[in-house]
């Protein structure tokens, strides 16, 4: 590339750099991307990229007059890279096209390869959102484990590490109140959790719920076509990291699915809550008595 | 299902999450490197290190507590410091242990493994990182420097530190002369943001490239598929979480909340993964290549990658 182009370009990168960063900070599409302890980072990370486009842009012509000695006192040193066409091919064009196309949720395609977990130990830091709820689990309930949703269990019916124990005189009630139409509002990761907890799921039985998630259809576990998943993705710290899991429900033959409710997309269901023994183990299902398609949560992959 | 399914909207959130997650612990490192060209005298680093090249590494191997980097943001530091004339052997074992042994990867690590022996997995992390890089570090020792740097950092390296470990004697007449020139904060300040400003595009340049691998693994391989067939065997689970520590390319400050979730491996699979990665992954493969040879990186890789792995084998099969 000419002498114009490498001297121009570096802060051309840097400003599509900080731009996109603070695009996505300041729009609240970060929330899709990274966990929240992460975001202000963004931007910070954008304002201060964006200075430094302007640093490179305003002393662009200071910069050429000036001769490097062997200490570099003058920060004009540039590697052989920038004057490569590889240079704006590798850290214009990715960004851009990811940044200018990208959806801000994950298709069916992510969860076939990734494996959806149906057990609460997939979600990290489950039961520690539960002992905020829930002080009376806070003494004895041990934190969450997780487990690698593709390896099959060597027992199910065993009770092994990540099955919290028995936990007595749970005060679910008290944080898990009926709205005014008389349904609890439950997140997919409070039902897989109280599947695994007896005194939990106790208290949610037969309770009217309203449960929100991104609809699939179960290929699985699904003898007469009546059932469908509610999927919810958590991440730890990025979506790259987020892991899916899914709750069953099970509908009437008279409720059909609405045309609006498509795969993936968001779904409200209104149902009650059971946990019946499937394959030796309880499992939450709903039984549905409404399903709605729904706009997406402002936070759709945290607990 | 087929073990590869590419879908480019799956591909690019991660892709993109993975650079946001990462630029800003880029941009840290490369600020501190253009603040280490700027302000740092040449002759503060030979002041630090101890004469000994054992106590030397071993105290690079635990500057990461007072210097915490992640792996993407520690290679122009340490880049800028060879240039500043840091022996080599001690730049390559803080190049290795700083992503690891820091307060930030320490409470990562104990708040990821909450539940599962957190204080244990902490120490052993930690452990096994100073061990490999104090070990490879003397490792280095042994070569040339010419078959470890690349030849145009190998150029611009400052004499000064030359006298170390029984190099050729100070020539620095020069430098001693610029030395003295003493710019005003501004122009200081101004040169660092610059430096960091390049350094961050030459290292962004394999970010990106590692950001993409580890997203086109992140979302096209099929889990289920690859992994299920390797977590029942010691060797092959902890190599095969070496690998795929490898591929992922994490971040140290984050790569604990990964590794707990691989709840089916064994510890020291476990470990291989949280040792290895911020040491040697794709990303950093690419990424050493600006400050090493090709076939140097290449035995670093290789060294790397069977050491840990047998080192966190033995650890597991020595512990009651």
Request: hydrophobic share 50%; with cysteine.
């Amino acid at each position: 590339m000419n002498p114009k182009a490498t001297s121009v370009l570096p802060p051309i990168v840097l400003l599509e750099w900080g731009g996109v960063l603070l695009y996505f900070h300041l729009s609240g599409r970060i929330n899709a991307f990274l966990h929240p302890s992460f975001r202000l980072n963004v931007l910070l990370a954008g304002i201060v990229l964006s200075l430094c486009a302007l640093t490179l842009l305003v002393t662009r012509k200071q910069s050429a007059m000036c001769e490097c000695g062997p200490a570099g006192n003058c920060g004009d040193r540039r590697a052989p890279l920038v004057s490569s066409w590889l240079f704006p091919l590798m850290l214009l064009l990715p960004l851009g096209i990811a940044a200018s196309f990208t959806r801000d949720s994950f298709g069916a395609n992510f969860l076939a390869t990734r494996g959806v977990a149906d057990h609460a130990s997939a979600i990290p830091g489950l039961a520690e959102k539960f002992k905020k709820n829930l002080p009376s689990l806070a003494q004895t309930a041990p934190a969450a484990q997780i487990i690698e949703p593709g390896l099959p269990e060597a027992n199910p019916s065993a009770p092994t590490g990540n099955n919290p124990p028995a936990v007595e005189d749970v005060n679910a009630e008290n944080f898990f109140k009926p709205d005014a139409s008389g349904n609890i509002k439950v997140n997919v990761g409070d039902l897989l959790y109280a599947a695994q907890e007896p005194s939990l799921s106790a208290t949610f039985v037969n309770k009217s719920a309203e449960v929100v998630g991104q609809f699939m259809p179960a290929k699985t576990n699904n003898p007469d076509g009546s059932r469908f998943k509610l999927v919810r993705l958590f991440m730890t710290c990025c979506a790259a990291d987020a892991q899916p899991v899914s709750l069953l429900v099970e509908r009437a033959a008279d409720l059909p699915i609405p045309a609006g409710v498509s795969e993936m997309g968001w779904t409200k269901v209104v149902g009650d809550i059971t946990f019946p023994l499937e394959n030796g183990r309880a499992t939450a299902i709903i039984r549905a008595r409404k399903i709605e398609p729904v706009s997406p949560p402002e936070e759709t992959m945290l607990y | 299902m087929d073990w590869f399914s590419f879908n480019f909207h799956d591909f690019s959130i991660s892709f993109l999450s993975i650079l946001f997650e990462a630029v800003p612990y880029l941009l840290l490192g490369t600020l501190l490197s253009g603040l280490i060209d700027a302000f740092l005298p040449a002759q503060a680093l030979e002041r630090w290190l101890p004469r000994s090249p054992a106590l030397a590494i071993g105290v690079a191997g635990l500057i990461g507590f007072f210097l915490p980097m992640c792996e993407c943001g520690v290679i122009p530091v340490v880049r800028r410091m060879l240039r500043k004339g840091l022996p080599i052997a001690p730049a390559v074992t803080y190049l290795l242990a700083s992503p690891i042994i820091n307060p930030v990867v320490a409470l990562s690590t104990y708040a990821a493994f909450r539940g599962q022996d957190p204080a244990t997995v902490l120490a052993f992390r930690m452990l096994l990182a100073f061990v490999i890089a104090c070990l490879f570090g003397a490792v280095v020792l042994q070569f040339r420097k010419s078959e470890i740097l690349l030849p145009d950092l190998l150029a611009q390296r400052s004499p000064r530190m030359g006298n170390l470990f029984g190099n050729a004697p100070v020539e620095a007449a020069t430098l001693e002369s610029l030395d003295e020139i003493r710019p005003s904060l501004g122009s200081r300040l101004l040169a660092a943001l610059r430096t960091a400003s390049y350094d961050f595009l030459d290292v962004a340049f394999y970010l990106v490239l590692g950001s993409m691998l580890a997203a086109v693994f992140n979302t096209a391989i099929n889990r289920e598929q690859v992994i299920v067939p390797l977590a029942s065997n010691l060797w092959l689970a902890t190599y095969s979480l070496e690998g795929l520590a490898v591929l992922l390319s994490l971040c140290s400050t984050s790569d604990a909340f990964i590794a707990a979730n691989f709840v089916a491996f064994p510890l020291a699979a476990k470990l291989a993964f949280m040792v290895l990665g911020p040491m040697m992954d794709v990303k950093l493969f690419l990424m050493y290549g600006l400050i090493f040879q090709k076939r140097f990186t290449i035995f670093m890789a290789a060294s790397l990658f069977i050491g840990v792995g047998l080192l966190c084998i033995f650890l597991s099969q020595t512990l009651p």
